[in-house]
Antibody, heavy 118, light 107 residues
Framework: QVQLKESGPGLVQPSQTLSLTCTVS????????VSWVRQPPGKGLEWMGV???????AYNSLLKSRLSISRDISKSQVFLKMNSLQTEDTATYYC????????????WGQGASVTVSS | DIQMTQSPPSLSASLGDKVTITCQAS??????IAWYQQKPGKAPRLLIR???TLESGTPSRFSGSGSGRDYSFSISNVESEDIASYYC?????????FGGGTKLELK
């Protein structure tokens, strides 16, 4: 059974760094890519970045300077770190599995709600 | 970046109606469009990939079509469980980009 689950702090102070973990099961990180997508309250979906099966990454240019995605294959975990958080980064953050070919996001985590506030 | 213009932003339908949502890409996306359903407080659920391929478990009342820059998504015989927001996604290029979403409500 394919599962993804995000975890991390629900509250982050402005200018601080957000660290989220996506723990996956039912598939291997060497066989599927993993993307991060976020959704501000009441708004649409924004793709943030991806870690490919080979371990390389690609980021949304709007976030590239602040964003880092990495992984620990042995723990089946993917990590998101984003620095210099502002209130507009308040959102639900999702990790999603991407097919290795024609990479549509076909399975999603439940989401982690993050509020940026002092 | 490829822009995905989705319309309408909201849609009101009666049970049993047919509804159609469109997405226009800013360039040819070669049918690499997917459609997602999202209910409040839940993650998006993939319904259709590659323009018209239904995912396992997607009811046959859902359909997709299109080519080039122009794509559509339809629900025939709307049911109460279809009340949700719907998003298109292009995945031909990075960055992946979503349409702005369509909120389907009951009339």
């Amino acid at each position: 059974q394919v599962q993804l689950k995000e975890s991390g702090p629900g509250l982050v102070q402005p200018s601080q760094t957000l660290s989220l973990t996506c723990t996956v099961s039912g598939f291997s990180l060497t066989s599927y890519h993993v993307s991060w997508v976020r959704q501000p309250p009441g708004k649409g979906l924004e793709w943030m970045g991806v870690i490919w099966t080979g371990g390389s990454t690609a980021y949304n240019s709007l976030l590239k300077s602040r964003l880092s995605i990495s992984r620990d294959i042995s723990k089946s975990q993917v990590f998101l770190k984003m620095n210099s958080l502002q209130t507009e980064d308040t959102a639900t953050y999702y990790c999603a599995r991407e097919m290795p070919v024609a990479p549509v996001m076909d399975a999603w985590g439940q989401g982690a709600s993050v509020t940026v506030s002092s | 970046d490829i822009q995905m213009t989705q319309s309408p932003p909201s849609l009101s339908a009666s049970l049993g109606d047919k509804v159609t949502i469109t997405c226009q890409a800013s360039q040819n996306i070669n049918k690499y469009i997917a459609w997602y359903q999202q209910k409040p407080g839940k993650a998006p659920r993939l319904l259709i990939r590659y323009t018209s391929t239904l995912e396992s478990g997607t009811p046959s009342r859902f359909s997709g079509s299109g080519s080039g820059r122009d794509y559509s998504f339809s629900i025939s015989n709307v049911e109460s469980e279809d009340i949700a927001s719907y998003y298109c996604l292009q995945y031909v290029n990075l960055p992946r980009t979503f349409g702005g979403g369509t909120k389907l409500e009951l009339k």
